[in-house]
Structure formats: C-alpha cells, structure tokens
C-alpha cells in the first residue's frame, strides 16, 4: 500500500548533524528531533559519503532506522543490508596503482574497513584523516597481509602544482565519477551512483513518493540529494547557489538547525 502521510527523512553527517571541525560536536537538540521525528512514524536515515565503518557510535546513538553509506553505494536497514556495489579487484588494483603513479594520497574505503599506503601519508591532510579513521573505525595500510585491496570509494588530496590531475580524472572516467571537493580534494565513486541513487533505492523499497522525502546537507557533496528531493534543506554555512535551490535554509549545527528546520516543517 502506497504511504502517503509517512516521511522519509536523510541527513548528511559532517557540517549537518555534527560540527565539521575536530570536535564532531552533535547538539542534543539534533538527536531529539530524530528520535521524535521516529516516534511519529516516519523513518530516518543517514545519507553521506563515509563508508559505514566510519558512521561512529557518537552517531549512530541517536537511533536511525538505516543507513545510505559511500553515495549510495552500500544501504543498510534494520542492521540489514539491502544493497552493496561491488567494485572488481582488477578495477580496485589499477586506481591504488595510478594513484601512486600520479601522486594522488588516496584514502580507500571500504563498508568494513579503510586503508592507505604509507606512501601517501607525507601529506598532512591526509595523515589527520588517517589518525581519525584510526580512532573511530577499522582501518589497515594497502600492505597488510589480510587486507584484500578492495573499495566502494575512495578520497584523494594532490599538490596544488600536481600536473597529472586531468591525467587522472582521464583515467579514471570510464568506471567512476570524480567530484571536485574544496580545496585540492577530490571523492571518486563508482559510476551511477550518488547521495540521489540511494534515496531512490529506499524510496522504491518502501513504496514512498517523492514528495514525502526530506534531505538535509550542508556543501557541495549533498548537491546530488538536495537537488533531487522537493524538500531539500540545506545549512546556513552552505553555499549560496545551494542556498537558491533548496525549499530551506535552516542555522547551523551549533544553532540548532536541525531541530528547527524539522518543527518549521512540521516533521516534529
């Protein structure tokens, strides 16, 4: 039977639920707002770019119905997995070793696991990710004997002056899509797929219309989502052409943005 009064709710973690700098700080008005918001019948999900090993307890705590990890590519309900994209070993091993060749300090990651190269640890960058995802999730070096290699997705940061970015983004268009990031940052996923392909999922798996579902985000990375749902709200600190294409803008996560943008639409 077609839910015409259930919403689905999507939040994307880093600048939108918890503050982006090192504190991840995840106001309580925030994780009253899901709960409520569940309470009512309606069901909520994360929706971001980390894979699911790097979604934290401090985040998970607030109680979800599910998960859409790594854009899209893994999609978790219920502690279930609904869906995993499989990337080819064959695949996975050519871009570890392009990486290498132009110089790219990739972080690798993996629904189970992230891994780098000692190599790439020279950027700092980098090695600050590293030294989180080695805190909070089950990371490996690309040489550890049980480490098979394989991604969902991958992260990189390059030099400013690298001269083989369009080299690699080259390589790399046949398999993947490359997103620019801020700064000298780019996030690599397989090819059909996005924050947008993972609410489809979920949307055709609970029979939902389109006009039930709520993303919240915050940059340029949630833009696939925001853009796809009529109820997009996006994060004061967002950027502004984001801020002209979304139904709402809400304050940010130390201003109780969530819970706000949640009661001004009448989810809670």
Same mark, same amino acid.
């Not at 069901?43 to 790097?54: A, D, K, M, S």
């Not at 401090?58 to 854009?71: K, L």
């Given at each position: 039977?077609?839910?015409?009064?259930?919403?689905i709710?999507?939040?994307? =973690?880093?600048?939108?639920? =918890?503050?982006?700098?090192?504190?991840?700080?995840?106001? &309580?008005?925030?994780?009253?707002?899901?709960?409520?918001?569940?309470?009512?019948?309606h069901?909520?999900?994360?929706?971001?770019?980390?894979?699911?090993?790097?979604v934290?307890e401090?985040?998970?705590? @607030?109680?979800?119905?599910?998960?859409?990890?790594?854009?899209g590519t893994?999609?978790?309900?219920?502690?279930?997995?609904?869906?995993?994209?499989?990337v080819s070993? @064959?695949?996975?091993? *050519?871009?570890?070793?392009?990486?290498?060749?132009y110089?790219?300090? /990739?972080?690798?990651?993996?629904?189970?696991?992230?891994?780098?190269?000692?190599?790439?640890?020279?950027?700092?960058?980098?090695?600050?990710?590293?030294?989180y995802?080695?805190?909070?999730?089950?990371?490996?070096?690309?040489?550890?004997?049980?480490?098979?290699? =394989?991604?969902?997705?991958?992260?990189?940061?390059?030099? /400013?002056d690298?001269?083989? $970015?369009? !080299?690699?983004?080259?390589?790399?268009?046949? %398999?993947?899509?490359?997103?620019?990031?801020?700064?000298?940052?780019? &996030?690599?996923?397989?090819?059909?797929?996005?924050?947008?392909t993972? =609410?489809?999922?979920?949307?055709?798996?609970f029979?939902?219309?389109?006009?039930?579902?709520? !993303?919240?985000?915050?940059?340029?990375?949630? %833009?696939p989502?925001?853009?796809?749902?009529?109820?997009?709200? +996006?994060?004061?600190k *967002?950027? %502004?052409?984001?801020?002209?294409?979304?139904?709402?803008?809400?304050?940010?996560? $130390?201003?109780?943005?969530?819970?706000? @943008?949640?009661?001004?639409?009448?989810? +809670?």
């Open positions: 039977m077609l839910e015409t009064n259930r919403k709710l999507f939040f994307d =973690i880093d600048g939108t639920l =918890i503050t982006d700098d090192g504190e991840h700080y995840f106001p &309580e008005s925030a994780k009253t707002a899901i709960r409520d918001a569940r309470k009512n019948g069901l909520v999900f994360i929706n971001t770019g980390r894979v699911f090993c790097n934290t401090n985040i998970r705590s @607030a109680g979800f119905d599910g998960y859409v990890c790594g854009c893994h999609i978790v309900y219920q502690d279930k997995t609904l869906f995993h994209h499989d070993h @064959a695949v996975c091993e *050519g871009v570890v070793e392009k990486c290498r060749e110089k790219m300090y /990739a972080v690798f990651e993996h629904a189970e696991k992230v891994f780098t190269d000692a190599m790439f640890l020279e950027n700092a960058s980098l090695r600050n990710l590293i030294g995802f080695k805190e909070n999730s089950t990371y490996m070096e690309a040489s550890a004997p049980e480490n098979d290699g =394989i991604f969902d997705k991958f992260c990189a940061w390059y030099d /400013a690298n001269p083989n $970015r369009d !080299a690699f983004r080259a390589y790399l268009e046949k %398999e993947f899509t490359y997103i620019q990031r801020e700064g000298n940052f780019c &996030e690599v996923v397989p090819k059909g797929f996005s924050k947008a993972g =609410i489809q999922y979920l949307l055709d798996y029979d939902i219309p389109l006009s039930q579902a709520y !993303a919240f985000g915050d940059g340029s990375n949630d %833009e989502m925001l853009a796809y749902v009529p109820n997009s709200i +996006i994060m004061k *967002g950027p %502004e052409y984001l801020k002209r294409q979304v139904r709402f803008v809400t304050d940010d996560v $130390r201003d109780d943005g969530i819970y706000k @943008a949640m009661k001004k639409m009448e989810i +809670i």
